[in-house]
C-alpha cells in the first residue's frame, strides 16, 4: 500500500477495516469470523461470560471479567471460554 502512495493513517484505517470485516474483538482478543457471526454475536458472547464469570472465578480463582475470552474449535461448531491469565 505504501508503494502505491498511501499514507500511514491510510493504511491503518484499511488494515483496521480488512481486520473488523474478518474478526470481532471480544473481551480484548479477536475472534475470527468465518461463517458469517450474525451482528449481535460480540454483545450475545460478553453476556454469557459474564453469565458464566462468577462460577470460573470460583473455581479457578480469577479476579476479573475481562481476563475471559472465547475460541472455537476448528469447525465453528463449538466454542469454548479460555483465561489470558
Same mark, same amino acid.
Not at 471480544?26 to 458469517?36: A, F, M
Not at 458464566?52 to 472455537?72: N, V
Given at each position: 500500500?505504501?508503494?502505491?502512495?498511501?499514507?500511514?493513517?491510510? &493504511? $491503518?484505517?484499511?488494515?483496521?477495516? %480488512? &481486520?473488523? %470485516?474478518?474478526?470481532?474483538?471480544?473481551?480484548?482478543?479477536?475472534?475470527?469470523?468465518?461463517? %458469517?457471526?450474525?451482528?449481535?454475536?460480540?454483545?450475545?458472547?460478553?453476556?454469557?461470560?459474564? $453469565?458464566?464469570?462468577?462460577?470460573?472465578? $470460583?473455581?479457578? /480463582?480469577?479476579?476479573?471479567?475481562? %481476563?475471559?475470552? &472465547?475460541?472455537?474449535?476448528?469447525?465453528?461448531?463449538?466454542?469454548?471460554? /479460555?483465561? $489470558?491469565?
Amino acid at each position: 500500500m505504501s508503494a502505491n502512495g498511501a499514507t500511514e493513517r491510510e &493504511i $491503518k484505517d484499511t488494515l483496521e477495516a %480488512d &481486520i473488523l %470485516d474478518s474478526a470481532v474483538p471480544i473481551n480484548g482478543v479477536l475472534v475470527p469470523d468465518h461463517r %458469517d457471526l450474525p451482528d449481535d454475536f460480540p454483545e450475545l458472547m460478553r453476556q454469557e461470560l459474564s $453469565k458464566r464469570f462468577p462460577e470460573i472465578a $470460583k473455581r479457578y /480463582g480469577i479476579r476479573d471479567e475481562s %481476563d475471559l475470552f &472465547i475460541f472455537a474449535d476448528g469447525s465453528e461448531g463449538r466454542w469454548y471460554i /479460555g483465561s $489470558k491469565s
